[in-house]
């Protein structure tokens, strides 16, 4: 199982058609917490690894986690390439939404995209989402 960090652009992303902000995918994480995530490159996410969503503006946050269910497939979008289905975690989500975790805090402080969480990074993300 691994760890991956997230990115979600919020001045350009949209969930259920509006911008993707931590508020908006706590309702997402509510109400429809099953989704397709894209990728501009494949990663070798397998079921059951995790995504930790983290925001760029207005604050660079961790503010949601997710379950991945299933590898990436790749898909005829050449901005995004491949898809993985993914479930938001209420629990996870919720806490780190009420206490969004600085990108600060964490060793890799400037990940560029999607990439894996490093094991010291990783006690301080569970111990903040309640997990």
Known sequence: MSDWLYILKSTDTTMNGKLATPGEVLDCARAQPR?????????????GDRIWIYFTSPYKVIAA???VEDEPQEVADP???????AVLHLAATRALHDRPLPLSALSNRHP???????????TTLMAHAGL
């Open 65 to 67: 986690m997710a379950d």
């Open 79 to 85: 901005a995004y390439p491949w898809r993985f289905t």
């Open 35 to 47: 989704g397709d995530w894209r990728l501009s490159r494949r990663r070798h996410m397998v079921g």
């Open 112 to 122: 560029q995209g999607v990439v894996r969480v490093p094991e010291p990074d990783l």
